[in-house]
């Protein structure tokens, strides 16, 4: 992703900042290598207790290196502040996340800490059947064509969702995705997004994703799947090829250290998050 040079230079300026329960999710590290641009960082804690002291924190040391602060938002779950140096301005959120994931945060050299690729996309599956942003559409393009084909990131955000099916979570995607030209317009994008073209692509990903779906028992909702130390989208004829991995609390590597080996060496090739 292109990131602006402030949102660069803010993110290795805070992260040392960074921990295993202090870390940047979102659109920022999801999108760094993509055409489009976020418009802020968001810093996620485990703890709601941690919401302050990592914005009071991160706050000071901006100031300490010239950027000028204006808070927008000073409250227990979230903090919100507008930072400026040299013309340049980004917007920083500090607020309390789920623990509830797949993987443990990993460590990044520009970010500090971030949220294992496979939870940034089940997180951004959550946001486009939980909200209507034309945002939310552009990222699900870059989960099914960077990170994992989007029947399988439906399949295992299911067992984030309470409540929701597999085919639940299509169906409310498709109904909150109705979306204006002037929608993707307002996308920063470099270059500029298509958004016919977009939409195109989003249905024909959808109709994909629901016929894995409708191929996959029930009792396995919520699950991915693992095979030679990548989390891939199974064949459902077949998945007793695959090595399931479950969410749970700050989540967890698979059990066998070659396969835990193999899937850092493959994310630490990848050209993005």
């Given at each position: 992703?292109?990131?602006s040079k402030?949102q660069?230079?803010?993110?290795?300026l805070?992260?040392?900042?960074?921990d295993?329960?202090?870390?940047?999710?979102?659109?920022?590290?999801?999108?760094?290598?993509?055409?489009?641009?976020?418009?802020?960082?968001?810093?996620?804690?485990?703890?709601?207790?941690?919401?302050?002291?990592?914005a009071?924190?991160?706050?000071?040391?901006?100031?300490e290196?010239?950027y000028?602060?204006?808070w927008?938002?000073?409250?227990?779950?979230?903090?919100?502040v507008?930072?400026?140096?040299?013309s340049?301005?980004?917007k920083l959120?500090?607020?309390?996340?789920?623990?509830f994931?797949?993987?443990?945060?990993?460590?990044?050299?520009?970010f500090?800490y971030?949220?294992?690729?496979?939870?940034?996309?089940?997180?951004?599956?959550?946001?486009?059947?939980?909200?209507r942003?034309p945002r939310?559409?552009?990222?699900?393009?870059t989960?099914?064509?960077?990170?994992l084909?989007?029947?399988?990131?439906?399949?295992?955000s299911?067992g984030?969702?309470?409540?929701?099916?597999?085919?639940?979570?299509i169906?409310?995607?498709?109904r909150m995705?109705?979306?204006?030209?002037?929608?993707?317009?307002?996308i920063?994008?470099?270059?500029?997004?298509?958004?016919?073209a977009?939409?195109?692509r989003?249905r024909?990903?959808?109709?994909?994703?629901?016929?894995?779906?409708?191929?996959?028992?029930?009792?396995?909702?919520?699950?991915?799947?693992?095979?030679?130390?990548?989390?891939?989208?199974?064949d459902?004829?077949?998945l007793?090829d695959?090595?399931?991995?479950a969410g749970?609390?700050?989540?967890?590597?698979?059990?066998?250290?070659?396969?835990?080996?193999?899937?850092?060496?493959?994310?630490?090739?990848q050209?993005?998050?």
């Open positions: 992703m292109p990131l402030i660069t230079d803010v993110l290795r805070l992260a040392a900042h960074r295993p329960e202090s870390y940047v999710r979102g659109s920022t590290p999801l999108n760094r290598d993509t055409p489009r641009y976020s418009a802020d960082i968001d810093v996620f804690h485990d703890r709601e207790e941690r919401v302050a002291q990592a009071e924190l991160d706050g000071g040391l901006l100031e290196h010239g000028t602060l204006r927008l938002r000073r409250e227990p779950a979230i903090y919100a507008l930072a400026e140096r040299a340049e301005a980004t959120e500090w607020v309390a996340d789920s623990d994931r797949f993987f443990p945060t990993i460590r990044d050299e520009t500090g971030i949220l294992h690729p496979i939870d940034l996309a089940t997180n951004k599956v959550s946001a486009a059947y939980g909200r942003e939310d559409i552009v990222d699900l393009l989960v099914h064509e960077h990170i084909p989007l029947g399988a990131v439906v399949w295992a299911a984030k969702a309470l409540g929701f099916t597999p085919e639940g979570i169906n409310e995607i498709r995705a109705r979306y204006t030209d002037a929608d993707f317009r307002r920063a994008s470099d270059p500029p997004l298509d958004p016919a977009t939409m195109m989003l024909e990903i959808l109709g994909e994703a629901e016929a894995f779906v409708a191929r996959m028992p029930t009792e396995k909702a919520g699950l991915l799947f693992l095979k030679d130390g990548h989390v891939v989208q199974p459902p004829g077949c007793h695959y090595q399931t991995h749970q609390t700050r989540g967890h590597w698979p059990a066998s250290g070659e396969i835990t080996a193999a899937m850092f060496e493959h994310y630490r090739k050209p993005g998050p």
